[in-house]
C-alpha cells in the first residue's frame, strides 16, 4: 500500500506495550498539524494499540504494514 | 457570574469501574477532565507481548487503558512510573504484601502522590478513581481507602463517583462544585448496577473483568521476586531484573547462583538481550532455549545448569549435548559435555 512520506521516524524495537505508545505521544506532541509520523515496532499489539490511541486523540491512523516481525504503524498529527 | 467548570484527574486502568467513573465525572457533573494511567512495570499485557505469547484466537491482549480512551472518546495519558522510587516501595512497603507480591496500599499511596503532583501542576480541583467500596480485600474496605487518601496528602480531594454516597463529602462536593445527588451508592463485588449503568451511560464496549493487569498478584511471580530479595543483603530490585524475573524458568542453583531458560522464542530473545554481565549459555550443536546465569557458579553448578539447558532442548535423548558458556561479554569460555536430566524429578527442588 501507497504510504506518505514521513516527517519524523520513531523506531520503538525491542519495547513492548505500553512503552511505544508513550513515546508517540511524546513525539506527536512536538509535530506540527498534518505531519506524518511512522513508529516501527516490533510489539505485534500496536496493531490494536495505535488505532484506539488515535480514537481517542483524534490523529488520524493511516494504517499498519507488518513486514516479518517488525511492525510499520503510520499517523497523521491533527491539531487543529 | 457563570459558574467555572472543575478540572478532575481521572486514574484509569481501563476496567468497567474507571470507565464509568470518568464518563459521569466527565458527562453528568460536567467536568474538565485529564484521564491518566501509570505504567508500573509489572504489567501482565507487556510480558505477554514480550514474551511472544498470543490468545487462542491469535490475537495479542490490547492494552485495556488504550481501548477504554478510544471507547470513552478520551485521551488517556500514559505515564511510565516503573523508576527507581516505584521500585523501592515495592520491596519495602510500608504496609506488607497482600496474598503474593502485592503491596496494593503503598503502591496506592504512592500512585495517588503521583496523582496528586499532576493535579496540582495542572491546577486541578480533585482526583477520581472507579474504586468501589468493599470490592478487593486489601485496598479497598473503607478505613484502608481513608489511609491510604490520608498518606498521599489527598484527603477530601479524592473522589470515588460510584461509591460517593457511602463515603464522606469531598471538598468539592461540600462546596458545590459538583453535585453529590448525582453520585452514586454502589458497594461490594457484584458488578450488577455497574453493567446496568454502562447501558444507561451508552459504554458499549469494556473487558471483562480479570483482576487487572498487574502480575504482582501471581504466586509463581512472587516466589521468584521474595526470592531475590531473600538473597541479597539490601532489599533493593532493579528494572531490568523485574525484566527478567518475568521471563523463562528459574532456578535458584545455591545462594549467589541462578539459571534462568527461556521457554519461548521470545523468552530467548529478551534473555539474549540482558546477557552483559551474566553467563549465557545454549546446546551448541541442537536446538534449545537460550539461559543465563547470574553469579559466580562452581564447576558442580555449572554442571548442573549444563543439564537442565539441555534437558530442555532437542538434545534431551541424546547421550550426551555440548553445553557452550560465555562469558559475560559474550567471550567463549568452555564447552561441557553433559548428559540431559532424564527425569525433572531429578532438579525440581532448584526451581523457584
Wanted: charged letters at 30%; a neutral charge.
Amino acid at each position: 500500500m501507497e504510504r506518505p512520506v514521513p516527517d519524523r521516524t520513531l523506531d520503538t524495537s525491542g519495547r513492548f506495550c505500553p512503552v511505544p505508545i508513550i513515546e508517540t505521544a511524546k513525539a506527536v506532541k512536538e509535530m506540527g498539524h498534518e505531519q506524518v509520523l511512522l513508529v516501527i515496532a516490533t510489539d505485534p499489539g500496536i496493531e490494536t494499540d495505535m488505532p484506539a490511541w488515535c480514537r481517542s486523540t483524534r490523529h488520524e491512523y493511516l494504517g499498519t504494514d507488518r513486514e516479518g516481525r517488525s511492525f510499520k504503524s503510520w499517523v497523521r498529527v491533527r491539531k487543529a | 457570574m457563570t459558574k467555572r467548570k472543575p478540572r478532575a484527574l481521572g486514574l484509569i486502568s481501563g476496567g468497567l469501574d474507571s470507565m464509568l467513573s470518568l464518563k459521569i465525572v466527565r458527562d453528568v457533573l460536567g467536568c474538565e477532565v485529564r484521564a491518566v494511567n501509570f505504567y508500573t512495570g509489572f504489567c501482565i499485557t507487556e510480558t505477554q507481548r514480550r514474551s511472544g505469547r498470543r490468545r487462542e484466537d491469535g490475537t495479542v491482549k490490547p492494552n485495556e487503558a488504550l481501548q477504554a480512551g478510544a471507547e470513552l472518546e478520551a485521551e488517556v495519558e500514559l505515564i511510565d512510573i516503573s523508576d527507581e522510587g516505584y521500585l523501592d516501595v515495592i520491596a519495602n512497603p510500608k504496609f506488607g504484601y497482600g496474598a503474593n507480591a502485592n503491596p496494593c496500599i503503598d503502591c496506592r499511596i504512592d500512585m495517588f502522590k503521583r496523582a496528586k503532583a499532576l493535579l496540582e501542576e495542572w491546577g486541578g480541583d480533585f482526583v477520581f478513581t472507579g474504586e468501589v467500596l468493599g470490592q478487593r480485600p486489601k485496598s479497598q474496605r473503607r478505613h484502608t481507602m481513608a489511609l491510604i487518601e490520608k498518606n498521599a496528602g489527598l484527603e477530601g480531594r479524592l473522589l470515588r463517583p460510584l461509591s460517593a454516597q457511602l463515603l464522606p463529602p469531598t471538598i468539592a462536593e461540600k462546596e458545590g462544585l459538583i453535585d453529590r445527588s448525582k453520585l452514586y451508592k454502589i458497594s461490594g463485588r457484584s458488578r450488577k448496577e455497574q453493567m446496568a449503568l454502562a447501558k444507561e451511560l451508552g459504554i458499549a464496549n469494556f473487558p471483562q473483568p480479570a483482576g487487572g493487569c498487574c502480575y504482582l498478584t501471581d504466586e509463581a511471580f512472587a516466589k521468584k521476586f521474595f526470592d531475590v530479595l531473600d538473597h541479597r543483603e539490601e532489599r533493593k530490585i532493579s528494572k531490568e531484573e523485574i525484566v527478567l524475573l518475568a521471563t523463562g524458568r528459574h532456578f535458584r542453583l545455591s545462594d549467589g547462583v541462578k539459571l534462568v531458560v527461556g521457554r519461548t522464542e521470545g523468552e530467548n530473545f529478551q534473555l539474549d538481550m540482558h546477557a552483559a554481565g551474566r553467563y549465557r549459555l545454549h546446546a551448541r550443536d541442537v536446538n534449545g532455549p537460550v539461559a543465563l546465569v547470574e553469579g559466580e557458579p562452581t564447576w558442580e553448578e555449572m554442571v548442573i545448569a549444563s543439564r537442565i539447558v539441555a534437558r530442555y532442548g532437542q538434545g534431551r535423548d541424546l547421550p550426551q549435548v555440548a553445553i557452550e558458556w560465555r562469558n559475560g561479554k559474550g567471550e567463549g569460555e568452555e564447552v561441557l559435555q553433559v548428559e540431559p536430566f532424564r527425569d525433572d524429578a531429578a532438579f525440581a527442588s532448584l526451581r523457584i
